[in-house]
T-cell receptor
Framework: GAVVSQHPSRVICKSGTSVKIECRSL??????MFWYRQFPKQSLMLMAT?????????EQGVEKDKFLINHASLTLSTLTVTSAHPEDSSFYIC???????????????FGPGTRLTVL | GQNIDQPTEMTATEGAIVQINCTYQ??????LFWYQQHAGEAPTFLSY??LDGLEEKGRFSSFLSRSKGYSYLLLKELQMKDSASYLC??????????WGAGTKLIIKP
């Protein structure tokens, strides 16, 4: 099946630094990628939708200047948490929609997640 | 390698009961999630099992057998709104999420 990877798998950083998380579709092309935050035993919270070659669409309440998203190619989207603070500590998950799925817009493949800890 | 298997699609009748199975082979195990995802929406948390046994939550129940690498999600008194994709995901030894491809559940009147 389709594989989505994330790098790094976990990162610990100091407050005030910026952290970049990569999301890659390994064996398919994805015009659309999604970024989520997962809180313990809770639903995934959609942060933004990333479209290749255009600006990301952010969900209400998500600061676009804090969570920078770049989708430079059909296989890579990056999320940069700028000036990270302890409250940004979370599990960040990306997913990718397979271009080849055509009319099936329901198919998303999820990455393994990146655990961010801000000290 | 790490793998999670669940049926691609299932069909059931409104008011009936359906069981969605999930089998996993992962490097370590730190819990299993079930999520519901409606088209165009983010996955909604349904359950988290880390110990063997059945956990019931309203119309939904989730079962886990760690020795068998097996879980199922049981949906009772099916309603049309239950038509969705159901995702099984496992935390491996590093607390990385390994995802199943999802089971598309179609409810018919």
């Amino acid at each position: 099946g389709a594989v989505v990877s994330q790098h790094p798998s976990r990162v610990i950083c100091k407050s005030g630094t910026s952290v970049k998380i990569e999301c890659r579709s390994l064996d398919f092309q994805a015009t659309t990628m999604f970024w989520y935050r997962q809180f313990p035993k809770q639903s995934l919270m959609l942060m933004a939708t990333s479209n290749e070659g255009s600006k990301a669409t952010y969900e209400q309440g998500v600061e676009k200047d804090k969570f920078l998203i770049n989708h430079a190619s059909l296989t890579l989207s990056t999320l940069t948490v700028t000036s990270a603070h302890p409250e940004d500590s979370s599990f960040y998950i990306c997913s990718a929609r397979d271009v080849a799925s055509g009319g099936d817009t329901d198919t998303q493949y999820f990455g393994p997640g990146t655990r961010l800890t801000v000290l | 390698g790490q793998n999670i298997d669940q049926p691609t699609e299932m069909t059931a009748t409104e008011g009936a009961i359906v069981q969605i199975n999930c089998t996993y082979q992962t490097s370590g195990f730190n819990g299993l999630f079930w999520y519901q995802q409606h088209a165009g929406e983010a996955p909604t948390f349904l359950s988290y099992n880390v110990l063997d046994g059945l956990e019931e939550k309203g119309r939904f129940s989730s079962f886990l057998s760690r020795s068998k690498g097996y879980s199922y999600l049981l949906l009772k008194e099916l309603q049309m709104k239950d038509s969705a994709s159901y995702l099984c995901a496992v935390y491996d030894s590093n607390y990385q999420l390994i995802w199943g491809a999802g089971t598309k559940l179609i409810i018919k009147p």
